[in-house]
Protein backbone atom coordinates (compact mmCIF):
# COMPACT_ATOMS: atom_id res chain seq x y z
CA UNK A 1 0.00 0.00 0.00
CA UNK A 2 1.66 3.32 -0.73
CA UNK A 3 1.46 6.40 1.88
CA UNK A 4 -0.39 9.39 1.57
CA UNK A 5 1.83 12.39 0.49
CA UNK A 6 1.27 15.59 3.04
CA UNK A 7 -0.65 16.98 0.47
CA UNK A 8 -2.79 14.53 -0.58
CA UNK A 9 -3.61 14.25 3.17
CA UNK A 10 -4.23 17.85 3.76
CA UNK A 11 -6.51 17.39 0.39
CA UNK A 12 -8.34 14.90 2.13
CA UNK A 13 -8.57 16.71 6.18
CA UNK A 14 -9.90 19.63 3.72
CA UNK A 15 -12.49 17.69 2.25
CA UNK A 16 -13.65 16.09 5.18
CA UNK A 17 -13.83 19.69 6.39
CA UNK A 18 -16.22 20.59 3.64
CA UNK A 19 -18.46 17.92 4.17
CA UNK A 20 -19.36 18.18 7.53
CA UNK A 21 -19.88 21.86 7.33
CA UNK A 22 -21.93 20.88 3.92
CA UNK A 23 -23.92 18.18 6.28
CA UNK A 24 -24.68 21.05 8.38
CA UNK A 25 -25.64 23.72 6.35
CA UNK A 26 -28.45 20.90 4.61
CA UNK A 27 -29.31 20.42 8.25
CA UNK A 28 -30.39 23.36 8.32
CA UNK A 29 -31.80 23.97 5.05
CA UNK A 30 -34.51 21.13 5.67
CA UNK A 31 -35.21 22.64 8.71
CA UNK A 32 -36.27 25.97 7.82
CA UNK A 33 -37.89 24.42 4.61
CA UNK A 34 -40.17 22.55 7.18
CA UNK A 35 -41.00 25.88 8.91
CA UNK A 36 -41.68 27.64 5.85
CA UNK A 37 -39.17 30.27 6.47
CA UNK A 38 -38.00 30.81 2.73
CA UNK A 39 -35.83 33.78 4.36
CA UNK A 40 -33.85 31.77 6.47
CA UNK A 41 -33.59 29.15 3.74
CA UNK A 42 -32.13 31.58 1.39
CA UNK A 43 -29.43 32.72 4.53
CA UNK A 44 -28.48 29.18 4.44
CA UNK A 45 -28.45 28.98 0.32
CA UNK A 46 -26.50 31.53 0.36
CA UNK A 47 -23.60 29.74 2.87
CA UNK A 48 -23.85 27.05 0.93
CA UNK A 49 -22.70 28.87 -1.98
CA UNK A 50 -19.64 30.34 -0.13
CA UNK A 51 -18.58 26.49 0.61
CA UNK A 52 -19.38 25.48 -2.72
CA UNK A 53 -16.98 28.42 -4.28
CA UNK A 54 -14.23 26.96 -1.17
CA UNK A 55 -14.17 23.60 -3.28
CA UNK A 56 -14.22 25.64 -6.49
CA UNK A 57 -17.17 24.16 -8.01
CA UNK A 58 -19.07 26.86 -9.50
CA UNK A 59 -22.09 24.84 -10.79
CA UNK A 60 -23.32 23.65 -7.40
CA UNK A 61 -22.35 27.65 -6.35
CA UNK A 62 -24.26 28.96 -8.67
CA UNK A 63 -27.63 26.56 -8.00
CA UNK A 64 -27.00 28.03 -4.50
CA UNK A 65 -27.23 31.41 -5.57
CA UNK A 66 -29.91 30.89 -8.06
CA UNK A 67 -32.21 29.45 -5.12
CA UNK A 68 -30.74 31.86 -2.55
CA UNK A 69 -32.16 35.09 -4.93
CA UNK A 70 -35.46 33.25 -5.59
CA UNK A 71 -36.22 32.92 -1.88
CA UNK A 72 -35.35 36.86 -1.38
CA UNK A 73 -37.91 37.52 -4.24
CA UNK A 74 -40.80 35.72 -2.88
CA UNK A 75 -39.88 37.65 0.65
CA UNK A 76 -38.97 41.40 -1.50
CA UNK A 77 -35.93 41.46 0.21
CA UNK A 78 -33.89 43.95 -2.11
CA UNK A 79 -30.72 43.30 -0.46
CA UNK A 80 -30.14 39.84 -0.31
CA UNK A 81 -31.13 40.03 -4.09
CA UNK A 82 -28.01 42.13 -4.62
CA UNK A 83 -26.13 39.93 -2.52
CA UNK A 84 -27.28 37.17 -4.61
CA UNK A 85 -26.95 38.70 -7.64
CA UNK A 86 -23.53 39.82 -6.52
CA UNK A 87 -22.50 36.28 -5.90
CA UNK A 88 -23.34 34.91 -8.47
CA UNK A 89 -21.37 37.67 -10.89
CA UNK A 90 -18.14 36.60 -8.74
CA UNK A 91 -19.06 33.18 -9.45
CA UNK A 92 -19.75 33.06 -13.38
CA UNK A 93 -16.40 35.60 -13.53
CA UNK A 94 -14.32 32.81 -11.72
CA UNK A 95 -15.48 30.15 -14.59
CA UNK A 96 -14.77 32.39 -16.98
CA UNK A 97 -18.30 33.26 -18.46
CA UNK A 98 -17.81 37.35 -18.45
CA UNK A 99 -21.53 38.30 -19.59
CA UNK A 100 -23.13 36.47 -17.64
CA UNK A 101 -20.69 37.86 -14.91
CA UNK A 102 -21.29 41.65 -16.22
CA UNK A 103 -25.14 40.95 -16.42
CA UNK A 104 -25.31 39.91 -12.70
CA UNK A 105 -23.42 42.92 -11.75
CA UNK A 106 -25.40 45.24 -13.56
CA UNK A 107 -28.65 44.00 -11.95
CA UNK A 108 -27.14 43.66 -8.29
CA UNK A 109 -25.66 47.53 -8.72
CA UNK A 110 -29.66 48.70 -9.98
CA UNK A 111 -30.44 46.91 -6.74
CA UNK A 112 -28.31 48.54 -4.41
CA UNK A 113 -29.11 51.75 -5.81
CA UNK A 114 -32.37 51.73 -5.27
CA UNK A 115 -31.24 51.36 -1.60
CA UNK A 116 -29.09 54.00 -1.38
CA UNK A 117 -26.94 51.71 -0.30
CA UNK A 118 -23.34 53.15 -1.23
CA UNK A 119 -20.93 50.38 0.07
CA UNK A 120 -22.16 47.74 -1.97
CA UNK A 121 -22.33 49.76 -4.94
CA UNK A 122 -18.66 50.53 -4.76
CA UNK A 123 -17.94 46.53 -3.91
CA UNK A 124 -19.94 45.75 -7.09
CA UNK A 125 -18.44 48.39 -9.01
CA UNK A 126 -14.65 47.11 -8.02
CA UNK A 127 -15.77 44.12 -9.71
CA UNK A 128 -16.37 45.51 -12.59
CA UNK A 129 -13.56 47.25 -13.12
CA UNK A 130 -11.50 44.18 -12.51
CA UNK A 131 -13.84 41.95 -15.02
CA UNK A 132 -13.62 45.00 -17.70
CA UNK A 133 -10.15 44.95 -17.35
CA UNK A 134 -9.38 41.58 -17.77
CA UNK A 135 -11.73 41.82 -21.20
CA UNK A 136 -9.14 44.68 -22.09
CA UNK A 137 -11.92 47.22 -21.76
CA UNK A 138 -9.92 49.67 -19.98
CA UNK A 139 -11.83 52.60 -20.43
CA UNK A 140 -15.27 50.76 -19.00
CA UNK A 141 -12.65 49.18 -15.90
CA UNK A 142 -11.45 53.27 -15.21
CA UNK A 143 -14.94 54.73 -15.12
CA UNK A 144 -16.31 51.70 -12.78
CA UNK A 145 -13.28 52.00 -10.43
CA UNK A 146 -13.50 55.58 -10.43
CA UNK A 147 -17.07 55.87 -9.62
CA UNK A 148 -16.20 53.56 -6.89
CA UNK A 149 -14.13 55.81 -5.32
CA UNK A 150 -16.24 58.36 -5.31
CA UNK A 151 -18.61 56.45 -3.11
CA UNK A 152 -15.71 55.45 -1.18
CA UNK A 153 -14.56 58.57 -0.48
CA UNK A 154 -18.21 59.73 0.34
CA UNK A 155 -18.19 56.70 3.13
CA UNK A 156 -14.79 58.14 4.42
CA UNK A 157 -13.05 55.16 3.34
CA UNK A 158 -9.43 55.79 3.34
CA UNK A 159 -8.56 52.22 2.40
CA UNK A 160 -11.31 51.64 0.16
CA UNK A 161 -9.93 54.31 -2.02
CA UNK A 162 -6.23 53.86 -1.91
CA UNK A 163 -7.56 50.37 -3.12
CA UNK A 164 -9.81 52.01 -6.20
CA UNK A 165 -6.95 54.43 -6.47
CA UNK A 166 -4.26 51.58 -7.26
CA UNK A 167 -6.50 49.71 -9.46
CA UNK A 168 -7.18 53.01 -11.41
CA UNK A 169 -3.39 53.64 -12.01
CA UNK A 170 -3.29 49.56 -12.89
CA UNK A 171 -5.95 50.32 -15.55
CA UNK A 172 -4.09 53.28 -16.93
CA UNK A 173 -0.64 51.35 -16.88
CA UNK A 174 -2.38 48.70 -19.30
CA UNK A 175 -3.34 51.36 -21.56
CA UNK A 176 0.45 52.21 -22.15
CA UNK A 177 -0.16 55.64 -19.99
CA UNK A 178 2.55 54.95 -17.18
CA UNK A 179 2.89 58.65 -16.09
CA UNK A 180 -0.90 58.65 -15.23
CA UNK A 181 -1.15 55.08 -13.77
CA UNK A 182 2.05 56.51 -11.31
CA UNK A 183 0.26 59.77 -10.59
CA UNK A 184 -2.77 57.08 -8.85
CA UNK A 185 -0.08 55.00 -7.28
CA UNK A 186 1.12 57.92 -5.48
CA UNK A 187 -2.31 58.86 -4.33
CA UNK A 188 -2.84 55.36 -3.41
CA UNK A 189 -0.03 55.23 -1.10
CA UNK A 190 -1.11 57.90 0.64
CA UNK A 191 -4.32 56.49 1.89
CA UNK A 192 -3.70 53.02 2.18
CA UNK A 193 -1.92 51.45 5.55
CA UNK A 194 2.00 51.35 5.03
CA UNK A 195 2.76 47.67 5.45
CA UNK A 196 -0.70 46.47 4.09
CA UNK A 197 -0.83 43.99 1.10
CA UNK A 198 -2.54 46.49 -0.91
CA UNK A 199 0.16 49.64 0.03
CA UNK A 200 3.11 46.80 -0.84
CA UNK A 201 1.24 45.62 -4.42
CA UNK A 202 0.86 49.47 -5.53
CA UNK A 203 4.37 49.99 -4.09
CA UNK A 204 5.97 47.29 -6.03
CA UNK A 205 3.83 48.96 -9.13
CA UNK A 206 5.29 52.40 -8.64
CA UNK A 207 8.84 51.08 -8.57
CA UNK A 208 8.48 48.50 -10.63
Do not use: C
Not at 67 to 82: H, I, K, P, W
Not at 156 to 178: H, I, P, T
Amino acid sequence: MSEQTSGEKERGEGGDALEQRRAVFEQALHAFRELEQPAGEAQVSMSLGRLEIEGQDWDAAIAHYERALDLYRQVEDLQGQGQALFALGVVHAFRGSAGEALDAYELAINLFAQLEDLRSQAQVLNNLGLLYAELGRQAEAAASYQAALEFLRHLGDEQGEGRALGNLGYVYALGGENDKARVYWRRALRKLKPGSTEYLRVRAWLEG
